[in-house]
């Protein structure tokens, strides 16, 4: 419809030659009612000559042209009838061939997106989500959790240091410390003495490198 | 004929009817009757004009009540024609016999215009149309193109073809035109 280049159907042929009959059928009926009009004229004539017979025969041919005329005023009506049925056909197929465009393309549509594919898609996306948030984890938290012992370790080193560092000068008398460190290995594990001496042993290093200092 | 045309003053001055040596003088004159040509036959809703007959027409005589009486030479008259044909308001029937002309009160591409922009009103875009129902038909009475000259007419509807506008067919068993519009405007 509208198309530039559309070519003449036969459809259109079969219209055209249908609508030059009406126009045809058309002319026939003024030229019939001019010929009646002259039959009129010419009884009139005829009559004024007291030609009753050529009066007469003029009527006759003006009554035949005009039921000729009612005939054709059938054929006419009949004629567009026709026409304009086609033509609705025409309009009727147009409208289908219409929908079928629509519906086709619909299709066409619905067949780019297939409920599996749309799935998968969905499952795709979830994926990306789950990969998306371990990346973010790797990124920020879980690195902290997977290294928590070493960091807990590093920290409890750090604060041993620090507490080293913030020891009160050592008291000059010793033995008292002694004994204090003998009453204490009795009150606390084997494993705890262990370190007790270490730590001893290692206050004892300090004590020497700081009296040596 | 019905209503008649009033002529402009100039058409009652015998010297208008001869034609003047003077160049500037006949370009004036020819201009002023090509004028009055177009306006008559506007005015009339004619198309050709048939040289010999019409300078026996009212057009190209001048009858005054003082028994002056001027009447325009067929050389005159063709030389008219002549410049009309340059200014396209005219055209030579069957060149280079110049006894028959068209006269474009309209330009063709004026009466193309017109008869397209009547079948995209009327809704007849993509319907058959018969060439004689243009100009004949009922469906065009009132409309300026109604009675207008199949040669004319043609040449119009070729303009729309060339335009894309429309397409001009034959029936199957028939040698009358038919016209499908394709609802453009042109």
Known sequence: MGNKSSKITSQDRAILDLKVQRDKLKQYQKKLQIVAEKETQVAKEALLKNNKRGALLALKKKKYQEQLLSKSDAQLLNLEQLTQSIEFALVEKDVFAGLEQGNLILKEIHNETPIEKVEKLMEDTADAIAYQNEISEALSGKLTSEDEDEILAELAQIEKERLVDELPPVPMQAPVREDETENIEESISKQQEVKAKKSQKENRKLEAALETA | ?186
């Open chain 2, 1 to 186: 004929m019905e209503n008649s045309f009033s002529f402009p003053s100039i058409h009652n001055f015998p010297p208008f009817y001869t034609l003047q040596p003077t160049q500037t003088t006949w370009q004036n004159q020819a201009a002023l009757w090509s004028e009055i040509i177009l306006a008559y036959y506007r005015h009339h809703k004619l198309y050709r004009l048939e040289l010999f007959e019409s300078l026996n027409s009212e057009l190209f005589n001048f009858n005054n009540n003082q028994g002056i009486k001027r009447r325009l030479r067929l050389e005159t008259l063709q030389a008219i024609i002549d410049t009309m044909v340059k200014r396209g308001t005219a055209e030579w029937e069957s060149p280079p016999k110049k006894v028959s002309a068209i006269i474009y009160w309209r330009k063709p591409e004026e009466w193309a215009n017109l008869i397209n922009n009547w079948i995209l009103e009327t809704g007849m875009s993509n319907s058959i149309v018969t060439v004689y129902e243009i100009a004949h038909g009922e469906s065009s009475e009132g409309f300026e193109f109604h009675g207008l000259d199949q040669t004319i007419l043609m040449k119009a509807l070729d303009i729309l073809v060339k335009k894309g506008v429309a397409q001009i067919f034959q029936g199957t068993s028939t040698d009358d035109m038919g016209v499908k519009f394709f609802g453009i405007n042109g």
